[in-house]
């Protein structure tokens, strides 16, 4: 039936008005008969059907003038795309015609196959031709004489798309021989091809979760690394970047419908301003009068983060808020076969680097850094030469404080914000710290990573509930064997 | 306070000692009835659990503003049991004994309910559980308003098994790791074996519950399905993870019409605030959906329209939602009022026997009725596929109602066990 329709589509029948009989089966019909229409309009080869299908993907028929809401299921989907994509192949554009080899690419009917062939035919731009090219070996893998298939099959070898496979790996149990054994050998070269993309996404889940843990990890870096402060309202503090980002984005939505995709380029200064200006209250309020005490500080930091969460409860309500993505920060980029990278965690990773950065650029070349590596090296001596250690330690703190705002800030992109939030985050922080050594920028940096690495690794080969015990045994036993981490801060400062 | 307490007991007991009654609820309040509203308000299940607790004091208002049960006004008792399983149990005992609650509206996942179906017992106290479960239960004091795994989880499989839904050969089986997850796919696992689907064709994965980094699991779905065959995942994650999941999935642009993903604890609520766009016809199975077009469904939509915007309740004022579990809560609602008034009694054992056989025109459309023995609903069975607005299409539906199996014909040693509650009393004597 199909195959009927392209031929007559190849025919290139003159332009007629839109079929009403085509339309009424498309507002009434069953699945079959929907596709059928489908494949009507497509044989009209009518302009205006690519209009129509699109409307009707959208759920809407217009028939004698008047919408009709009609349900389309994914199969009904399927074949509009098709249609679509089969229309859009010789239109004269190049963008349409390489979207439409890209959407064939992603598994056609075979019965489209003189369609691909014309278009073939036709073509002349190198991407699209080769793309049909693999899209016609896929078609003719199926059908057609031996010596055609075993081609079909070999082309289809070069290829690094999924489908490929899919294909290959059904060839393989064919009953003629060479068909087998030529299919072996493609599946072979496509299945190597796809491992590296499969290696690189693992890679990149990776870093991406690396990246996630060294963000939430880095204000600790500071607040217990440099400081020694058991901040126990860590955690807190990322919930609290991730509502600040909750609400710039909502004043966004009221204010500046227009700006809101910009919204977090403010977010990320108010929610570095916001939780530092908490953290330094905390420390002028609560921790300074606890230094040196690490006991009373840990009882002192958790209840503080209880008060935080539960403030959080009462203002925003225990459900979790909704931050939306802005569109920069949606869909991804096709960087292997069957890989798709996510722009939100491409964006967090480059975020993640830029603090970092920033971060080391802070401690190592300002009057600021100078303090703090003072104080928490010496800081008798520090006050001795005329620090104001009582301030640096309000600046250092709030610092610490405020990367885990924008930790926050970033979280609230991927996951989700409501009052419990920092509770997931804690232990992950508290771990990749003692991991890199304490005290240790490099460490941490170190650390966030392998975890990051280690559980994707083995989420891949044990699944997310395994993966999770094993890395926290790992840990524990790690921590036995070498209880300074992975950098140990070597010298006098050892002890303090 | 321990005073009053004492001369209650007392004209209780000199109560009972004279009529010789064991309905005590009526005695204890007056005018009022207490119920228990026993849902996560905080936590990783409050996306799903808080809306319930709305539901359910809409229609107490609804049922208060008609004159209440049997003349006597409701007066609910909200606790929060925060996503805890073994604080369910706790706040349970607390509304039962402290509270003297007639009854009881409670429970999302199934380890809450596993966690207070003992205190329900022991105390004789009746609960009403209004989502989709595993089954392989049936408790004299529970009455089950939500789905059976026949009501949900096994027509949508056969629906994506079948020409219109894909024709799926292969299966990702993905789930929270707890009861109801590892439950359904045990039964699932058995109903795709007995349809002659290989056991390489399945395969399992489970994430713990808050769960936020889904990229593994997307790719690893991702490379079952280029293994050949169509491949259809069946989505079993609860509470907040399912965000995390769905933005994965649209970013990593896994298309429905490659690879339909069909949840089973996903409906309009826990679709709020993510981008839909790119999800467009993964599917869910539910009993009822918002975009259902029934006369009933429409009273109840704009019913809790009006009541959002009146009681302020985040998000729904601007945006009302209604789905699945709050529908099957309020259907239990008015079924307990009914019985309440045909059993002129608050009594669990007088409740629980006029319960049967109960028939309430649901919001979907369809007249729902509680079996006689088995404590489930009779319900039809939709499957909707997601739309760009985040509501759903439906693309399937049975004819009518279909009675509950509690008890799986695919687990092995169902088919001697009884489709009704042991009676406890019987083991008593």
Known sequence: MRNLL??????????????????????????????????????????EAAAVLAKFAEGEVVVDGKPVEVVVNNRVRVAVADALAALGLLAPERATRLAAAKALAGGADALMLPLVKKALDKESDPEIKSLLELVASSMQMKGGDKATRIAAIERLGTSNSPNSRTLLAEAVADADEDIRIAAQKSLREVQGKLAWGERAGLLFAGVSLGSILLLAALGLAITYGLMGVINM????????????????????????????????????????????????????????????RPLETLLATWGI????????????GAANVQVENPAFMSGGIQAFAGVVLPWSRIWIIAFAALVLFLMYFLLTKTRLGLFVRGVTQNREMAACVGVHTGRVDMWAFGLGSGIAGLAGCALSQIGNVGPDLGQG???????????????????????????????????SVSGAVIAKIVVLVFIIFFIQRRPQGLFAVKGRTVEA | MKRRNFVKQLALSAAVAAIGLGSTAILAQGKTVKVGVLHSLSG??????????????????????KGGVMGMKIEPVVVDPASNWPLFAEKARQLITQDKV??????????SRKSVLPVFEELNSLLFYPVQYEGEEISRNVFYTGAAPNQQAIPAVEYLMSKDGGSAKRWVLLGTDYVYPRTTNKILRAFLKSKGVAEADIMEEYTPFGHSDYQTIIAKIKKFSSEGKKTAVVSTINGDSNVPFYKEL????????DVPVVAFSVGEEELRGVDTKPLVGHLAAWNYFMSIKAPANDEFTKKWG????????????????????????????????QAVEKAKSFDTAKVSAAMGGQTFTAPSGITSTMDAKNHHLHKAVFIGEVKADGQFNVVWKTKGPVKAQPWSPFIAGNDKKKDEPALMAEKKK
């Open chain 1, 6 to 47: 392209f031929v007559l589509l190849l025919a290139a029948a003159p332009a007629f008005a839109i079929d009403k009989a085509a339309l009424a089966k498309l507002a009434e019909g069953d699945n079959d008969e929907k596709i059928q229409a489908i494949a009507a309009l497509l044989a009209e080869g009518d302009p």
């Open chain 1, 233 to 292: 309202a860590h955690g807190e503090l990322i919930m609290i970047g991730a509502y600040t980002t909750y609400v710039i984005q909502d004043f966004f939505k009221m204010t500046f419908p227009k700006a809101f995709d910009w919204y977090l380029l403010a977010a990320i200064p108010a929610s570095f301003v916001v939780a530092g200006l908490v953290g330094m209250m905390l420390e002028r309020v609560v921790i300074r009068w606890l230094y040196g």
């Open chain 1, 305 to 316: 983060s209880l008060m935080l969460i539960q403030s959080v409860r009462t203002i925003f």
């Open chain 1, 425 to 459: 985050y804690i232990v992950d922080s508290f771990m990749v710290v003692v991991f890199g050594g304490v005290g240790q920028l490099a460490g941490t940096v170190y650390a966030a990573l392998t975890l990051g690495f280690a559980n994707k690794f083995l989420e």
């Open chain 2, 44 to 65: 990783t299940m409050a996306i799903s659990e808080t809306v319930l607790k709305d539901i359910a004091l809409m229609a107490f208002d609804e049922i208060n503003a």
């Open chain 2, 102 to 111: 007639a009854v009881t509206f409670g429970c999302w996942t199934s380890v």
């Open chain 2, 250 to 257: 649209g970013n990593q642009g896994l298309k429905a019409t």
């Open chain 2, 306 to 337: 009006a009541y959002a915007k009146a009681k302020n309740i985040a998000g729904h004022k601007d945006k009302p939602l209604t789905n699945d579990p709050m529908e099957a809560t309020y259907i239990g609602i008015y079924m307990w009022k």
